[in-house]
Antibody, heavy 123, light 108 residues
Framework: QITLKESGPTLVKPTQTLTLTCTFS??????????VGWIRQPPGKALEWLAL???????RYSPSLKSRLTITKDTSKNQVVLTMTNMDPVDTATYYCAHRDDLNPDSCWFDPWGQGTLVTVSS | SYVLTQPPSVSVAPGKTARITCGGNNIGSKSVHWYQQKPGQAPVLVIY???DRPSGIPERFSGSNSGNTATLTISRVEAGDEADYYC???????????FGGGTKLTVL
């Protein structure tokens, strides 16, 4: 059974850096085709894809947020970390991490997802 | 960047068929995936690769994709199907994931 869980601060101040950790079980991030992605959802709004890290340490970022995002993995700890710099109130959202498993590099679907963690940006 | 367009809302009576569309430029050339999200819960994958169902997803959920439109079809709709539904693709040209704006399914 694959599970993922997000952890990190629930409140950050504007201009601060957000660091979120996704701790997972039931799969290895060293297996070909496997990846972990981050997706966020502002309250009452749609899902927004943020970043993806592959088993081979290849990384992809949302072009609109690329300058602010960094995704890393620690395979031995079964963790993926997302950092987002220069936080703003518009970044208030529930942040999800999710499992990806597909050898096709031109496709990416997420299953399952973590429960999500709400991050509020406010002074 | 690639844009996916979904109707904001779809309403259907119990027992009827709901169809939720996802429009995109030549989306038929991409693999489309669909998620169901109930209030206060994380999204759940209901269709991947246009029409494949993960284990545990009822056969009432099906998908198709051609031309500029992908469609999620829910047959014999039940009250428990009321949720937000999102389509998603991987845009290889920009190397990013893309979600549609979501469709709220209301069961009358």
């Amino acid at each position: 059974q694959i599970t993922l869980k997000e952890s990190g601060p629930t409140l950050v101040k504007p201009t601060q850096t957000l660091t979120l950790t996704c701790t997972f079980s039931g799969f290895s991030l060293s297996t070909s085709g496997v990846g972990v992605g981050w997706i966020r959802q502002p309250p009452g709004k749609a899902l927004e894809w943020l970043a993806l890290i592959y088993w081979n340490d290849d990384k992809r970022y949302s072009p609109s947020l690329k300058s602010r995002l960094t995704i890393t993995k620690d395979t031995s700890k079964n963790q993926v970390v997302l950092t987002m710099t220069n936080m703003d109130p518009v970044d208030t959202a529930t942040y999800y991490c999710a499992h990806r498993d597909d050898l096709n590099p031109d496709s990416c679907w997420f299953d399952p997802w973590g429960q999500g963690t709400l991050v509020t940006v406010s002074s | 960047s690639y844009v996916l367009t979904q109707p904001p809302s779809v309403s259907v009576a119990p027992g009827k068929t709901a169809r939720i569309t996802c429009g995109g430029n030549n989306i038929g050339s991409k693999s489309v995936h669909w998620y169901q999200q109930k209030p206060g819960q994380a999204p759940v994958l209901v269709i991947y690769y246009d029409s494949d169902r993960p284990s545990g997803i009822p056969e009432r959920f099906s998908g198709s994709n051609s031309g500029n439109t992908a469609t999620l079809t829910i047959s014999r709709v039940e009250a428990g199907d009321e949720a937000d539904y999102y389509c998603q693709v991987w845009d290889s040209s920009s190397d990013q994931g893309v979600f549609g704006g979501g469709t709220k399914l209301t069961v009358l």
